[in-house]
């Protein structure tokens, strides 16, 4: 009997789950005896589970757009099928990932999280005031990015729809309750767990490593790529630059959360009037 895709996504999703839980044990077992450091840095270069670790936590994070997702009603300009509890499911399992991030961080490599992912205490008028400066730049260079390949380059306007299927459901259907979950896992789970592992993790072990750019460069092409939106890739791209940028400047993950948030509800917000506008 052949595989459909959500079985296939499924399997590889458990499969990388056990690797994941392997992981976490090795590093355990190897570390049995040996107090926890309260590092704020790597004192040692990153190795061969951390690079399995961080591979694999961006194939799941991936994976979560589509997990669970049948849209097989997607044919013939159908509205592709996604429930209420698919989204909610999707949200969880971000915020599993987001544990076990914490987790490896902890027991495995023996820093305190907090301080290596930059969560620290700040005030919150610096992080909103480093959010909307952030975001404004990066918002200007994200457009005119996108007008100039689309314009410049390739000659022709940008298509107006977006490939990703959360964001076509979102924008036709009528069903507020399903919305309303969109808004949640977009709005609050995303960014949290989004940037955690594309600036907390990603971005700050290569940081470590390579410095800033080749860092930025790695994660915002990781995290452009795992959003699967032909379109979108490039401004995502820019985007994740200036969220990693905002977090190199600021030294606080705070920064890029809410500058993460407020560019995710400012476009569903945009599509919720857009939609509302049509009859």
């Known amino acids: 009997m052949e595989a ?58 991936g994976l979560t757009y589509v997990f669970g997702m049948d849209t097989t009603g997607a044919t013939g300009g159908q509205l592709p099928v996604i429930t209420t509890a698919q989204v909610v499911g ?6 599993q990932f987001a544990v076990l991030l914490v987790l ?39 457009y005119g990015m996108m007008m100039a390949w689309w314009h410049g380059v390739l000659g022709m306007a940008p298509p107006e729809d977006s490939d990703q299927v959360v964001v076509q459901v979102f924008q036709q259907s009528k069903d507020d309750t399903l919305r309303l979950a969109i808004i949640v896992s977009a709005g609050l789970v995303a ?4 940037e955690l592992t594309y600036r907390g993790l990603i971005y ?40 990693a940028t905002a977090y190199h400047r600021s030294r606080s993950l705070w920064v890029p959360i809410l500058m993460h948030m407020l560019f995710n509800g400012w476009n569903l917000a945009a599509m919720l009037l857009e939609s509302s506008a049509t009859p």
């Not at 930025?216 to 699967?228: E, P």
């Open 104 to 142: 490896y961080l902890r027991l495995v490599r023996g820093f305190a999280p907090g301080a290596f992912l930059g969560l620290r205490a700040r005030s919150f008028g610096a992080v909103l005031a480093w959010a909307g400066g952030g975001l404004f730049v990066a918002v200007l260079l994200m």
């Open 191 to 194: 960014p949290m767990t989004e």
């Open 4 to 61: 459909t895709h959500f079985e296939s996504l499924r399997l590889a999703y458990w499969v990388t789950f056990a690797l994941f839980i392997g992981s976490l044990l090795i590093g355990l077992w190897k570390r049995r005896g040996t107090p926890a450091a309260e590092h704020d840095e790597p004192q040692s270069k990153v190795g061969a589970l951390d690079a399995a670790f961080i591979c694999g936590l961006a194939f799941l994070c």
């Open 204 to 243: 700050g072990f290569a940081q470590r490593l390579t410095g800033h750019w080749p860092a930025a460069i790695l994660s915002s092409a990781l995290f452009a790529l795992v959003h699967v939106d032909a379109v979108a890739s490039l401004p995502l791209f820019v985007l994740a630059l200036g969220l």
């Open 90 to 95: 999707s949200a969880l399992v971000q915020v």
